[in-house]
């Protein structure tokens, strides 16, 4: 682990140092692409003037009502759907399906007709982009629980609640969390397209701005923000997953962690 | 049809367990090749189990063995007659038995300490008693030190003794065990046996172990019964007449234990002509697992 996280660094460092190189030594046009050190000077000074500090707060704002809308609804449905209902679950499943691939972006221009440009078409928005991985990671997870740990549970007499709360739950939690990373990165992208339709804050706005005025720095420094903050906030959830589902990474992770099982 | 309703409640006997005409008979859906029809996993198994005896349950893969242990779990109904512990009718799964299945079965998000008091948390044991009761079957199986670790930081073999601790815990009177040891390596699974041996007779419990090793069925059991497939049918139950306490060494190379394992071998392989499995019949017993759902 500590292998891996230096050299993930190293990679990000380089990465950052052929940032600030490129445009320096006229690899690319310093007027298009500045330098990352003038983008970090910018992003400070937006900080201390205030201004950088209420669109952060308003975008974080937005994605977390979104992510959150989506877990408290997302969540009860897929225990629901993966568990008591199967029927159900078939019925609905290709209609479901079909949801999670429509477009957002197009979307957003119709429930704006119904909900206006406010704040509650971003929420509904992001929401409904975020819903749909955590609803099936939450079926998978309850139905791909191992059917040996169901059957030593059931001879112990245990009830269909706590068989529940005691097995199938738990069994979920890899699958779960897989599902909360991958619509976790989904409302950042969401949030930005939601500022961008249609609002007056926000680093999304912020960025739209400033790309409408040729403020390249600042468009860079807004971009950087809403990149620093999407990683952020996956780490965040990975180091949950790895406190709540040690045991199991989930199928997202195991595809990334091949490569070391066969180096 | 006739399922529970001309089954005694209960019945006057001083044996543990008293399994009695039990026939268990699954109905298959038309498939494109093969017509509707019922396949009869057991037919009429009586069988008595003493307390404190070590019964082994052999015969090949399509037998009826596992189905018949989880009839006695209370995991699986049978289509008729009954299975009685203690004189009382079995009804459903229940405390006073214990399960150790093949695939070990521990909860990979509890540590072995916390699996082994999983019993003991339903059965609402306080804390302290717990931890006493945990750290007493671990050391019984052996895997002192290892309370804190996690199943997936453990060998196969040492995963299984998990299992077996967790599954004596809760103080269950009788051990169902259903090809616990058929995962682990050759040696593993010697060793096993061998501990198995010794926590049986540390604890008394009454132990039916299901097993298609007739090497295994031999070395462990008081007596064997023997099944023979489609339909799954007692065919014999023979008495292990050798001495005990039984060491791998000794007991495998004395001329007795090779005498009874040709015995069982033959008993397996003379099964009569109409008992033959028919070529059809593995994938489709494979198929079948009554405790499928959830």
Redesign the interface.
């Known amino acids: 682990m500590g292998k891996n996280t230096v050299r993930k660094a190293g990679v990000i460092l380089l990465f950052l140092a052929l940032w600030e190189l490129a445009p320096l030594i006229g690899l690319v046009d310093p007027v298009f692409i500045p330098r990352f050190s003038g983008v970090v000077q910018t992003i400070l000074e937006l900080y201390k003037t205030g201004e950088f500090v209420q669109h952060t707060r308003i975008s974080l704002l937005r994605a977390f009502t979104g992510l959150a809308t989506a877990v408290v609804i997302g969540l009860p449905l897929g225990l629901l759907l993966g568990g008591w209902f199967p029927r159900i679950r078939q019925a609905t499943e290709p209609l479901m399906e079909l949801f999670a691939v429509a477009n957002p972006v197009i979307l957003a221009h119709i429930i704006i007709f119904f909900l206006g440009i406010g704040e509650s078409a971003k929420t509904f928005i992001i929401a409904w982009l975020c819903v749909w991985p955590i609803i099936f990671s939450t079926i998978t997870g309850i139905r791909t629980a191992d059917e040996s740990l169901l059957k030593a549970a059931r001879s112990l007499g245990l009830g269909r609640w706590q068989l529940f709360r005691l097995v199938v739950l738990p069994s979920a939690a890899p699958s779960l969390f897989t599902g909360l990373r991958l619509a976790a990165g989904y409302a950042f992208i969401m949030l930005i397209a939601a500022e961008m339709m249609g609002a007056g804050s926000g680093l999304g706005w912020f960025v739209l701005q400033s790309q409408e005025n040729y403020h390249v720095l600042r468009l860079f420094a807004g971009a950087t923000v809403i990149t620093f903050l999407a990683v952020l906030t996956d780490v965040s959830i990975k180091l949950l997953q790895n406190r709540f589902a040690f045991w199991n990474g989930g199928p997202a992770e195991n595809v990334l962690e091949q490569g070391r099982w066969m180096a | 049809m006739a399922r529970d309703a001309d089954v005694p409640q209960q019945i006057q006997t001083d044996a543990k367990i008293v399994v009695k005409g039990i026939t268990s008979v699954f109905h298959l859906k038309k498939t494109r090749t093969t017509p509707a029809g019922e396949f009869i996993a057991l037919n009429d198994i009586n069988l008595e189990v003493r307390k404190g005896e070590f019964l082994v349950l052999v015969g090949p893969s399509g037998c009826g063995k596992s189905t018949l242990l989880d009839i006695l779990?209370?995991?699986a109904h049978p289509t008729s007659g009954g299975v009685y512990i203690d004189g009382k009718k079995v009804t459903?799964?229940?405390?006073d038995?214990?399960?150790v299945?093949?695939?070990?079965?521990l909860?990979?998000?509890r540590t072995v300490r916390q699996n082994v008091e999983?019993?003991l948390e339903?059965k609402k044991v306080p804390k302290q008693e717990r931890a006493a009761i945990s750290d007493n079957f671990i050391h019984l199986v052996g895997l002192d030190g290892f309370a804190d670790r996690?199943?997936?930081e453990l060998s196969g073999g040492m995963k299984q003794r998990v299992?077996i601790a967790r599954a004596l815990a809760?103080d269950p009177e009788v051990l169902?065990m259903d090809e616990p040891f058929a995962a682990v390596d050759a040696q593993t699974r010697e060793s096993l046996q061998d501990e198995l041996l010794r926590i049986w007779e540390a604890t008394g419990k009454t132990i039916l172990f299901v097993t298609h090793s007739i090497e295994e069925a031999v070395f462990l059991g008081d007596r064997v019964a023997v099944l023979t497939p489609n339909p799954g049918t007692l065919r014999e139950i023979v008495k292990i007449d050798l001495p005990r306490p039984r060491h791998n060494s000794d007991t495998r190379s004395s001329a007795e234990f090779g005498w009874i394992r040709r015995k069982i071998w033959e008993l397996l392989q003379n099964a009569p002509s109409d008992a033959r499995p028919h070529p059809n019949a593995v994938p489709v017993a494979d198929a079948i697992s009554p405790?499928?759902a959830?």
């Open positions: 779990a209370g995991l459903g799964p229940a405390l038995r214990g399960i299945l093949q695939g070990y079965a909860f990979p998000w999983f019993g339903i996690f199943p997936h299992a809760y169902l405790t499928a959830l």
